[in-house]
């Protein structure tokens, strides 16, 4: 099967990278993970600089021990202001939740994840190039 696409996901709790890594490949993307923005960053200029970048980023809003989707957001759009990114949180009232586009972001994925949700996501992000 051919990938529809490649997706970095940054969550720092390890259920939540278990059950979207299958939910991902049930779709047809390919998941590459990471456990906070920090790394999240590391692995999208590398991905980048190697000539195969993401289609889309999502990043988890709140990561207790390390750096969150907020700052995470704000140096990989210093590397490439073209790249679609996601936040991602159970804090729905957060006002990046609620006015994600004000700050940059290109869609909004609230927890706990439906595959309905994730697939709409993909399918207007990824599939539909907006």
Do not use: C, W
């Not at 991902?24 to 991905?47: H, P, S, T």
């Not at 202001?81 to 869609?107: C, E, R, W």
Request: aromatic letters at 10%; charged letters at 25%; a negative charge.
């Amino acid at each position: 099967m051919t990938s529809k696409g490649k997706v970095l996901l940054m969550d720092d709790e390890q259920v939540i990278l278990d059950v979207t890594k299958e939910v991902f490949k049930f779709l047809g993307y390919d998941l590459i993970f990471a456990r906070d923005g920090a790394v999240a960053v590391d692995i999208f200029n590398k991905e980048r600089n190697k000539g195969v970048p993401f289609d889309l980023v999502i990043l988890d809003l709140s990561v207790p021990d390390g750096m969150g989707g907020n700052e995470a957001f704000e140096k990989i759009h210093a590397i490439d202001s073209q790249a679609k990114v996601v936040i991602s949180s159970g804090y729905t009232n957060d006002p990046l939740m609620t006015d994600f586009t004000s700050f940059g972001f290109a869609g909004v994925l609230a927890k706990p994840y439906r595959i309905s949700d994730i697939k709409t996501l993909l399918e207007t992000l990824i599939q539909k190039k907006i």
